[in-house]
């Protein structure tokens, strides 16, 4: 199979939401088919909003159903051990990382736990971003957890929701996650429960909007504390929002993993943020790829 297309957008995308959103349509709540999930990327990339994708987001043990030359961002579910057989499968298929996504599991020792996860980039020659995701508030251990991600020149990677609404973490914690990533100049992504812009109240619980995080993020770069940053995340009003400069928020902000890309782009679009373009293109088609 030819590697597919690169996206075209018959109209300029701004570069503040260019990449946002890392297609991660097999991940729940989505639980896509991993092979739907491609053909719906790849149409995306014909699309008038291609440039609001990133990356497809796989984990380690499907990465070997994905075509050559999509980019894919690996998510390593049995931690350091897997970053070996993920680079040599990607070097074997000419797969086109654009980064690898790690949880720390050693609750003892997050930090050695992350050195773990560096040795292991580091002996496989591993060129692309590499997340870490430190569980937990935010403690001394975590705060040298982190220490270590920075050190390592890695990111860091925040879960702002989850199935169970009793696990999604406040605006104080998250706030205070984006604040140690800011103290230590260490970019970030997001996961999990991101797909609306703003600040909502579904039914159970609360859920955080990625235009939130984008606000709490340029509070702090710009001097605020983590108390400012958590009434960012309270924000609720989204014309405020969408008015507020966000210039210096994806420099750190880098991305989130959602599992539906029309959500946010239909946020976008009701806040005025995008202009949609009626005209889409032809797309390729997905052959069976073992």
């Given at each position: 199979?030819?590697?597919?297309?690169?996206?075209?957008?018959?109209?300029?995308?701004?570069?503040?939401?260019?990449?946002?959103?890392?297609?991660?349509?097999?991940?729940?709540?989505?639980?896509?088919?991993?092979?739907?999930?491609?053909?719906?990327?790849?149409?995306?990339?014909?699309?008038?909003?291609?440039?609001l994708v990133g990356?497809?987001?796989?984990?380690?043990?499907?990465?070997?159903?994905?075509?050559?030359?999509?980019?894919?961002?690996?998510?390593?579910?049995?931690?350091?051990?897997?970053?070996?057989?993920?680079?040599?499968?990607?070097?074997?298929?000419?797969?086109?990382?654009?980064?690898?996504?790690?949880?720390?599991?050693?609750?003892?020792?997050?930090?050695?736990?992350?050195?773990?996860?560096?040795?292991?980039?580091?002996?496989?020659?591993?060129?692309?971003?590499?997340?870490?995701?430190?569980?937990?508030?935010?403690?001394?251990?975590?705060?040298?957890?982190?220490?270590?991600?920075?050190?390592?020149?890695?990111?860091?990677?925040?879960?702002?929701?989850?199935?169970?609404?009793?696990?999604?973490?406040?605006?104080?914690?998250?706030?205070?996650?984006?604040?140690?990533?800011?103290?230590?100049?260490?970019?970030?992504?997001?996961?999990?429960?991101?797909?609306?812009?703003?600040?909502?109240?579904?039914?159970?619980?609360?859920?955080?909007?990625?235009?939130?995080?984008?606000?709490?993020?340029?509070?702090?770069?710009?001097?605020?504390?983590?108390?400012?940053?958590?009434?960012?995340?309270?924000?609720?009003?989204?014309?405020?929002?969408?008015?507020?400069?966000?210039?210096?928020?994806?420099?750190?902000?880098?991305?989130?993993?959602?599992c539906s890309v029309?959500?946010?782009?239909?946020?976008?679009?009701?806040?005025?943020?995008?202009?949609?373009?009626?005209?889409?293109?032809?797309?390729?088609?997905?052959?069976?790829?073992?």
């Amino acid at each position: 199979m030819a590697p597919p297309p690169a996206p075209v957008s018959p109209t300029p995308w701004p570069d503040q939401w260019r990449g946002l959103v890392d297609d991660a349509a097999i991940f729940p709540p989505g639980n896509a088919e991993l092979l739907q999930a491609l053909q719906a990327f790849l149409d995306r990339r014909a699309e008038w909003y291609a440039d609001l994708v990133g990356s497809f987001v796989v984990t380690d043990t499907q990465l070997g159903s994905v075509p050559a030359g999509l980019p894919v961002s690996v998510v390593l579910t049995t931690g350091a051990g897997a970053v070996e057989g993920v680079a040599a499968l990607a070097a074997r298929k000419d797969l086109r990382l654009t980064g690898l996504e790690a949880a720390v599991r050693d609750v003892d020792d997050p930090a050695g736990n992350v050195r773990r996860i560096d040795a292991a980039a580091r002996a496989a020659e591993v060129d692309v971003p590499v997340f870490v995701e430190i569980p937990g508030p935010v403690t001394p251990a975590w705060l040298t957890a982190a220490d270590e991600v920075a050190a390592c020149g890695h990111r860091l990677k925040l879960r702002l929701g989850n199935v169970d609404h009793d696990l999604i973490p406040d605006a104080g914690t998250v706030a205070a996650w984006i604040d140690a990533a800011l103290d230590r100049e260490t970019p970030f992504k997001a996961t999990a429960g991101l797909h609306r812009g703003v600040r909502h109240d579904p039914e159970g619980g609360g859920a955080h909007g990625f235009l939130n995080v984008m606000a709490a993020t340029q509070s702090l770069w710009d001097g605020g504390s983590a108390h400012d940053a958590a009434d960012a995340l309270e924000q609720r009003d989204g014309v405020a929002l969408a008015g507020a400069d966000l210039s210096s928020a994806r420099r750190w902000f880098t991305s989130f993993g959602s599992c539906s890309v029309t959500e946010p782009l239909d946020d976008l679009v009701a806040l005025g943020l995008v202009s949609p373009d009626p005209s889409p293109l032809a797309s390729p088609a997905l052959e069976e790829h073992p």
